[in-house]
């Protein structure tokens, strides 16, 4: 709801502040390379606009921040999928770039864990200890990365088959002054199950608190895969698989064949747990993955059954986990939803062809429809002056230009899946037009003579209302991970009403208007009752 050309510059301003202010928490020494990126953007933005050359400072500062954002985004994320399929020869070629693309110890932090990792799985035990010890004492780590190196160990531990290392080395940091991360109790309990101590297993994920953290739902499943594949429950084995499978297209289904067939040798099928491990092995040239299928299918031959527990001793343990998994997972689809909505949707399909019949650049049906189509909406003085209410619903499928309609569109796709969960489809699609419409009407009262269009203050309302919702989930949401989110709108709320004080052209007032509005009407409007008790984590949504 702006100017086209201050639209794109505000939206920059706002992601490189965002920028600064998360690298500046950084301990100096650790992130002062870093910060120097985002601050040198910053920098450029600022006088490009000050010399009122915005086109400049757009340019520039577009050019700058993706080239010190996404490449590190793309070569970290690559890094991660090449560990989670297990190729070490990936892991290395991009743990390598990372230096050049996290300046300063950030990188060779990160470029050292691959190394590491790498050498682990080469047996090469001694070279990857060395590299972790550079950086177990490093003074200025930042708190959260604190535990890395340690989990690194443990890693390697685990590449080489020694489970009673990683737990001796978990026992230390547990009963040792420092508190210990999930991660490190998921590794723990990795350890503990492959010895066969199931009920330490299950213990280690209930300290986890898995159930209550916002990581990806696909990564949680793969590190309970363990657990429940040791313990031979086929059932959450294969609802598992098939999420991951589902949302990590990178998972190589070898590494699926793999888990199933261990939990067939627990059940006791030995020679389907063959068979599978023997599928496994057609499928994969992975140096490391092909060692694991190879090292479980010659413990086949070895296997005592009266040394290890039955599946009915850890049934207790794994009903536990699972009803834990299903409560993360319930709390997730509200939060976090992986299902595709029709309304969402609807509505984003519906902004995108009102965009390209009105916007300057298409033109379809000529350049004089398309003016008259975008005055005929827009939000103006004669909306009250001559009667003309309609413009009240209009403007709200009307952008300025690209980046205007792409901002929004993502917001809505975001916060409009959360508002259909927390309130249902109905009230969901009440909040974003009575949102809108109140979000015009303060502007036309607060701000006459100000042309608006641009769906940001029915999607602010959206907002509003899910900071509301979300408040109101007190009985539903754990007290911690609820509090991280209302810290995290109200931050993100507050950084919208400053930034659009910087800009005349931007319609403060009709966000300000569309924020409350929402927030009021996500008070107002009841919650649905949305049923735990039928989402088990494999489905795309939350019924009730």
Same mark, same amino acid.
């Given at each position: 709801?702006?100017?086209?050309?201050?639209?794109?510059?505000?939206?920059?301003?706002?992601?490189?502040?965002?920028?600064?202010a998360?690298?500046? *928490?950084?301990?100096?020494?650790?992130?002062?390379?870093m910060?120097?990126?985002?601050?040198?953007?910053?920098?450029?933005?600022? !006088?490009?606009?000050?010399?009122?050359?915005?086109?400049?400072?757009q340019?520039?500062?577009?050019?700058? /921040?993706?080239?010190?954002?996404?490449?590190?985004?793309?070569?970290?994320?690559?890094?991660?999928r090449?560990? #989670?399929? *297990?190729? #070490? !020869?990936?892991?290395?070629?991009?743990?390598?770039?990372?230096?050049?693309?996290?300046?300063?110890?950030?990188?060779?932090?990160?470029?050292?864990?691959? &190394?590491?990792?790498?050498? =682990? +799985?080469?047996?090469?035990?001694?070279?990857?200890?060395?590299?972790?010890?550079?950086?177990q004492?490093?003074?200025s780590?930042?708190k959260?990365?604190?535990?890395?190196?340690?989990?690194?160990?443990?890693?390697g531990?685990?590449?080489?088959?020694?489970?009673?290392?990683?737990?001796?080395?978990?026992?230390?940091?547990?009963?040792?002054?420092?508190?210990?991360?999930?991660?490190?109790?998921?590794?723990?309990?990795?350890?503990?199950? &492959?010895?066969?101590?199931?009920?330490?297993?299950?213990?280690?994920?209930?300290?986890?608190?898995?159930?209550?953290?916002?990581?990806?739902?696909?990564?949680?499943?793969?590190?309970?895969?363990?657990?429940?594949a040791l313990?031979?429950?086929?059932?959450?084995?294969?609802?598992?698989?098939?999420l991951?499978? @589902?949302?990590?297209? %990178?998972?190589?289904?070898?590494?699926?064949?793999?888990?199933?067939?261990?939990c067939?040798?627990?059940?006791?099928?030995?020679?389907?747990?063959?068979?599978?491990?023997?599928?496994?092995?057609?499928?994969?040239?992975?140096?490391?993955?092909?060692?694991?299928? &190879?090292?479980?299918?010659?413990?086949? %031959?070895?296997?005592?059954?009266?040394?290890?527990?039955?599946?009915?001793?850890?049934?207790? @343990?794994?009903? @536990?986990?699972?009803?834990? /998994? #299903?409560?993360?997972?319930?709390i997730? &689809?509200?939060?976090?939803?992986?299902?595709?909505s029709?309304?969402?949707?609807?509505?984003?399909?519906?902004?995108?062809?009102?965009?390209?019949?009105?916007?300057?650049?298409?033109q379809?049906?000529?350049?004089?429809?398309?003016?008259?189509?975008?005055?005929?909406?827009?939000?103006? %003085? @004669?909306?009250? #002056?001559?009667?003309?209410?309609?413009?009240?619903?209009?403007?709200l499928?009307?952008?300025?230009?690209?980046?205007?309609?792409?901002?929004?569109?993502?917001?809505?796709? =975001?916060?409009?899946?959360?508002?259909e969960?927390?309130?249902?489809?109905?009230?969901?699609?009440?909040?974003y037009?009575?949102?809108?419409?109140?979000?015009?009407?303060a502007?036309?009262?607060?701000?006459?003579?100000?042309?608006?269009?641009?769906?940001?203050? $029915?999607?602010?309302?959206?907002?509003?209302?899910?900071?509301?919702?979300?408040?109101?989930l007190? %009985?539903?949401?754990?007290?911690?991970?609820?509090?991280?989110?209302?810290?995290?709108?109200?931050?993100?709320?507050?950084?919208?009403?400053?930034?659009?004080? /910087?800009?005349?052209?931007?319609? $403060?007032?009709?966000?300000?208007?569309?924020l409350?509005?929402?927030? +009021?009407?996500? *008070?107002?409007?009841?919650?649905?009752?949305?049923?735990?008790?039928?989402v088990?984590?494999?489905?795309?949504? !939350?019924?009730?």
């Amino acid at each position: 709801m702006s100017d086209p050309n201050n639209f794109g510059l505000f939206i920059l301003l706002l992601l490189v502040v965002i920028s600064v202010a998360v690298r500046i *928490m950084q301990p100096i020494k650790w992130g002062c390379y870093m910060l120097a990126q985002s601050l040198v953007t910053l920098a450029v933005v600022i !006088v490009g606009t000050l010399m009122k050359q915005p086109l400049i400072a757009q340019g520039l500062g577009w050019t700058l /921040f993706i080239i010190f954002h996404v490449p590190a985004w793309y070569v970290f994320r690559q890094s991660r999928r090449a560990m #989670t399929s *297990m190729n #070490t !020869v990936q892991m290395l070629r991009y743990g390598r770039l990372l230096p050049y693309i996290f300046w300063g110890p950030p990188g060779k932090f990160w470029r050292d864990m691959t &190394e590491a990792y790498v050498s =682990f +799985a080469s047996d090469k035990q001694s070279q990857g200890e060395a590299i972790l010890e550079r950086w177990q004492n490093y003074p200025s780590l930042p708190k959260q990365l604190k535990d890395v190196p340690m989990q690194y160990r443990l890693y390697g531990q685990a590449l080489m088959w020694h489970w009673q290392g990683v737990v001796d080395e978990f026992e230390k940091l547990r009963f040792g002054a420092r508190k210990v991360s999930p991660s490190l109790y998921f590794m723990a309990s990795r350890a503990y199950i &492959e010895l066969g101590q199931y009920q330490k297993s299950a213990e280690c994920l209930k300290q986890a608190k898995f159930e209550e953290s916002i990581n990806p739902l696909d990564s949680i499943a793969l590190s309970l895969l363990p657990f429940f594949a040791l313990c031979g429950a086929r059932g959450p084995v294969a609802k598992l698989l098939n999420l991951v499978g @589902e949302q990590n297209k %990178d998972l190589p289904f070898a590494l699926s064949l793999y888990w199933f067939g261990r939990c067939l040798a627990k059940e006791g099928e030995l020679a389907q747990a063959r068979e599978s491990f023997n599928q496994a092995l057609d499928l994969t040239d992975v140096p490391l993955l092909r060692k694991r299928i &190879e090292t479980a299918t010659s413990r086949l %031959d070895h296997l005592q059954p009266s040394d290890d527990f039955s599946i009915d001793q850890c049934k207790k @343990e794994v009903d @536990e986990i699972w009803k834990l /998994f #299903t409560r993360g997972a319930f709390i997730q &689809e509200i939060l976090s939803p992986r299902r595709s909505s029709i309304l969402v949707n609807g509505l984003i399909a519906a902004n995108i062809i009102v965009f390209l019949f009105t916007n300057k650049y298409f033109q379809p049906l000529g350049a004089h429809f398309s003016y008259e189509m975008f005055t005929f909406g827009a939000l103006t %003085d @004669e909306t009250l #002056t001559k009667g003309q209410y309609w413009r009240l619903v209009t403007y709200l499928f009307l952008h300025g230009g690209i980046i205007h309609i792409a901002v929004n569109l993502l917001g809505l796709q =975001f916060f409009g899946r959360i508002a259909e969960n927390v309130f249902g489809s109905v009230r969901f699609l009440a909040i974003y037009f009575v949102g809108g419409i109140l979000s015009g009407i303060a502007h036309l009262l607060l701000s006459p003579g100000l042309i608006a269009v641009g769906a940001s203050g $029915a999607i602010l309302a959206i907002f509003g209302a899910v900071g509301a919702g979300i408040y109101k989930l007190n %009985d539903v949401l754990p007290a911690d991970l609820r509090k991280r989110y209302l810290y995290f709108m109200l931050a993100i709320a507050l950084s919208q009403v400053v930034l659009d004080q /910087f800009d005349k052209h931007i319609a $403060a007032f009709a966000h300000l208007g569309g924020l409350l509005s929402g927030f +009021a009407l996500g *008070m107002v409007t009841s919650v649905r009752p949305p049923s735990v008790k039928k989402v088990d984590g494999t489905q795309r949504f !939350v019924e009730g």
